[in-house]
C-alpha cells in the first residue's frame, strides 16, 4: 500500500511532461496557455456500479471510458480537447496505476494530457474527468437544427450495451476486447469521435449530440433544443447488438447530427467513413417516429 504523495508522483511521471513553460502535476494548480478561438469546457464522472461493472470490466478499462466521456463531449461541438483535470477516489487496495495506465492511454490516443486532478479515499471507484477544449469557429450546439434538416449518425449503433449484455451472459470472453470491431471492444474502450466532429462542423452542421444515453434519448434533447421532430427511416445496428440495443443502448460516442440538404459532408469527411442518413427533421415537435411508429426514449438517465 502506497502513501498518496508517492503514488502521485508515479502517476506524474507515467502521465509525462510538458515540453515549454507549462506547469503540469506537482503544484498547486496547472499552468496552461489559453486555446486560440472559443473555450470549451466539459466534465464527466463515471462510477463503479453505475457506470461500469467492474465484474467485467477491467480498472483500466474504467480509467479509458473516463476521459473519452468527458472528450466526446468536446468532439459532440466540433471542438478539439486541450487538457484533462482527473480526480479519482477509490477504496484502499485498488490498483489506481491499472486505473491511471487507462487514463493515459486515452489521453495519448486522443491527444489530450493529463495536466492536474485529485486522489482521495472513498467507498467506491469514482473518476471525475474535467476537460478544456477549442473551436476554431462557432462551436455546433443542440439548438440549431430546422424542419428539412437531415440527420446523420457517424457509425452503428448499439454496440457497447451489446457488449455488457454478452459479457454478463457468458456469451464473451473479455478477451474479445482486442478485436477490432467486437461489442466487447466497444464497450470496453469506446473512443470520441473528434475527426468526426470537426468534420461535421466544418460541413455545416446545424445540431450535434454525441449518443451517451441511448439514440431515441440524445436526438430527442437536439429535438426539444431546437423546437423540430423528426422521422427516422433507417438506423444502422451494430452485427452483434439488436434494434433496443441501437435505439436505447448508451455510451456508444457515435456523434448524431443535422445538416441542411446543401452541406458538403462528401468533402468533409474524406479520409473518414462517411456517416450514414437516418431521417429528417420536420416541423411537427410532436412527431418522433422510427419506420413510422412511435419512438420511446428509453436511454439511461440518473434519478434522485
Same mark, same amino acid.
Given at each position: 500500500?502506497?502513501?498518496?504523495?508517492? %503514488?502521485?508522483?508515479?502517476?506524474?511521471?507515467?502521465?509525462?511532461?510538458?515540453?515549454?513553460?507549462?506547469l503540469?502535476?506537482?503544484?498547486?494548480?496547472?499552468?496552461?496557455?489559453?486555446?486560440?478561438?472559443?473555450?470549451?469546457?466539459?466534465?464527466?464522472?463515471?462510477?463503479a456500479? +453505475?457506470? /461500469?461493472? %467492474?465484474?467485467?470490466?477491467?480498472?483500466?478499462?474504467?480509467?479509458?471510458?473516463?476521459?473519452?466521456?468527458? +472528450?466526446?463531449?468536446?468532439? &459532440?461541438?466540433?471542438?478539439? @480537447?486541450?487538457?484533462?483535470?482527473?480526480? +479519482?477516489?477509490?477504496?484502499?487496495?485498488?490498483?489506481?496505476?491499472?486505473?491511471?495506465?487507462?487514463?493515459?492511454?486515452?489521453?495519448?490516443?486522443?491527444?489530450?494530457?493529463?495536466?492536474?486532478?485529485?486522489?482521495?479515499?472513498?467507498? $467506491?471507484v469514482?473518476?471525475?474527468v474535467? *476537460?478544456?477544449?477549442?473551436?476554431?469557429?462557432?462551436?455546433?450546439?443542440?439548438?440549431? /437544427?430546422?424542419?428539412?434538416?437531415?440527420?446523420?449518425?457517424?457509425? @452503428? %449503433? #448499439?454496440?457497447? /450495451?451489446?457488449?455488457?449484455?454478452?459479457?454478463?451472459?457468458?456469451?464473451?470472453?473479455?478477451?474479445?476486447?482486442?478485436?477490432?470491431?467486437?461489442?466487447?471492444?466497444?464497450?470496453?474502450?469506446? !473512443? /470520441?469521435?473528434?475527426?468526426? #466532429?470537426?468534420?461535421?462542423?466544418? &460541413?455545416? &452542421?446545424?445540431?450535434?449530440?454525441?449518443?451517451?444515453?441511448?439514440?431515441?434519448?440524445?436526438?430527442?434533447?437536439?429535438?426539444?433544443?431546437?423546437?423540430?421532430?423528426?422521422?427516422?427511416?433507417?438506423?444502422? *445496428?451494430?452485427?452483434?447488438? !439488436?434494434?433496443? $440495443?441501437? *435505439?436505447?443502448?448508451?455510451?456508444?460516442?457515435? %456523434?448524431?447530427?443535422?445538416? @441542411?440538404?446543401?452541406? #458538403?459532408?462528401?468533402?468533409?469527411?474524406?479520409?473518414?467513413?462517411?456517416?450514414?442518413?437516418?431521417?429528417?427533421?420536420?416541423?411537427?415537435?410532436?412527431?418522433?417516429?422510427?419506420?413510422?411508429?412511435?419512438?420511446?426514449?428509453?436511454?439511461?438517465q440518473h434519478?434522485?
Amino acid at each position: 500500500m502506497k502513501g498518496e504523495f508517492a %503514488l502521485i508522483a508515479e502517476i506524474a511521471a507515467a502521465l509525462g511532461a510538458p515540453d515549454d513553460d507549462e506547469l503540469w502535476i506537482g503544484d498547486d494548480a496547472a499552468i496552461v496557455h489559453p486555446p486560440q478561438g472559443w473555450m470549451l469546457l466539459s466534465a464527466d464522472t463515471v462510477v463503479a456500479g +453505475v457506470h /461500469a461493472d %467492474l465484474a467485467f470490466t477491467r480498472l483500466d478499462d474504467f480509467g479509458w471510458k473516463a476521459m473519452c466521456a468527458s +472528450v466526446s463531449d468536446i468532439a &459532440a461541438m466540433g471542438g478539439v @480537447p486541450s487538457q484533462a483535470l482527473v480526480t +479519482v477516489t477509490a477504496p484502499s487496495g485498488t490498483d489506481i496505476a491499472l486505473l491511471y495506465s487507462g487514463v493515459s492511454a486515452a489521453a495519448r490516443h486522443l491527444e489530450c494530457p493529463v495536466v492536474g486532478g485529485d486522489l482521495s479515499n472513498g467507498p $467506491e471507484v469514482v473518476v471525475t474527468v474535467a *476537460v478544456t477544449g477549442s473551436c476554431p469557429g462557432p462551436p455546433v450546439r443542440r439548438s440549431g /437544427a430546422r424542419p428539412g434538416d437531415r440527420i446523420w449518425v457517424t457509425g @452503428p %449503433l #448499439g454496440a457497447s /450495451a451489446a457488449g455488457l449484455r454478452r459479457l454478463r451472459c457468458g456469451e464473451a470472453r473479455y478477451d474479445n476486447v482486442l478485436e477490432v470491431g467486437s461489442s466487447v471492444r466497444a464497450h470496453a474502450r469506446p !473512443t /470520441a469521435r473528434l475527426r468526426e #466532429g470537426s468534420a461535421a462542423r466544418l &460541413a455545416g &452542421a446545424s445540431a450535434m449530440i454525441d449518443v451517451s444515453d441511448g439514440l431515441a434519448a440524445d436526438l430527442g434533447h437536439i429535438a426539444d433544443a431546437s423546437g423540430v421532430g423528426f422521422r427516422l427511416d433507417h438506423l444502422p *445496428v451494430h452485427p452483434e447488438a !439488436t434494434l433496443d $440495443e441501437a *435505439v436505447g443502448g448508451g455510451e456508444d460516442f457515435a %456523434l448524431v447530427f443535422c445538416a @441542411p440538404p446543401e452541406a #458538403g459532408l462528401d468533402e468533409s469527411f474524406i479520409g473518414l467513413h462517411p456517416p450514414i442518413m437516418i431521417g429528417v427533421c420536420v416541423e411537427d415537435r410532436s412527431e418522433r417516429t422510427l419506420l413510422s411508429r412511435p419512438l420511446e426514449a428509453p436511454g439511461w438517465q440518473h434519478t434522485w
